[in-house]
Every structure is written in structure tokens, then in C-alpha cells.
């Protein structure tokens, strides 16, 4: 089992910065990609950002000038700066982590517990 602990979140003001930040811990060979996800209220979840093991970044449209997704190997985390936050940003956000077992070689997705981000208008 992987465990996924999720820091960070909170209210801020419009164009304020929040920054996440989620560690994995378990029985871990390798992570491959992670990533940022969320819901806002009546909507489905949405890929915010992505990061490969090389480092290859992917954001979603509305993140990609804003927020800034990385990851700290020792430390098995994946962080995720947003800045100019718009109320529109307002949602519960999840990371995503897709960690490959000592004992097998396809990797599995694990979630975090969620954190709320509220940016006011």
C-alpha cells in the first residue's frame, strides 16, 4: 500500500499563491508520473498538471501561466505552486501519484486525501 499525506490549501485572495504539497510513502520501486488534480463545486475532476519521472510538465489551460507543478525524488513529493489565483480556481485538489510496487512492474494509481483552496473574489 502507498500512503499519499496532502499539506497546503487554505483560502487566499484573488491573485494570492498557495502552494501544495503531497509525499508518498509505502512499498515504492519507482514513481512515474504525478500529478494535480481537482474538483470545483458541480463539476467533474480536471487534470491541473502532470509531471513524468524526466520531468516532462503537462498543465491544463487555465494552469498553465499560473502554477508551476514539481517534484523532489529523495523525498518522494510532488509540489504544486499556484500564483494569481482566480476565483474560478476554487476546488478541492487531489494529487495523483503513479507509484510501481517492489513486486511488480505495471504502476498503480494512488490518491490523496484532497485539500480545499479557496480563493475569494
Known amino acids: 500500500q502507498v500512503q499519499l499525506v496532502q499539506r497546503g490549501g487554505g483560502s487566499v485572495q484573488f491573485g494570492g499563491s498557495v502552494k501544495l504539497s503531497c509525499a508518498a510513502s509505502?512499498?515504492?520501486?519507482?514513481?512515474?508520473?504525478m500529478g494535480w488534480y481537482r474538483e470545483a463545486p458541480g463539476k467533474q475532476r480536471e487534470m491541473v498538471a502532470t509531471?513524468?519521472?524526466?520531468?516532462?510538465?503537462t498543465y491544463s489551460d487555465s494552469a498553465k501561466d499560473r502554477f508551476t507543478i514539481s517534484r523532489d525524488n529523495t523525498k518522494n513529493t510532488v509540489y504544486l505552486q499556484m500564483d494569481n489565483l482566480k476565483p474560478e480556481d476554487t476546488a478541492v485538489y487531489y494529487c495523483?501519484?503513479?507509484?510501481?510496487?517492489?513486486?511488480?512492474?505495471?504502476?498503480?494509481?494512488?490518491w490523496g486525501q484532497g485539500t480545499q483552496v479557496n480563493v475569494a473574489s
Open positions: 509505502g512499498d515504492i520501486r519507482r514513481i512515474n508520473d
Open positions: 509531471i513524468t519521472s524526466s520531468l516532462i510538465t
Open positions: 495523483k501519484v503513479d507509484s510501481i510496487p517492489p513486486w511488480g512492474i505495471t504502476p498503480r494509481d494512488y
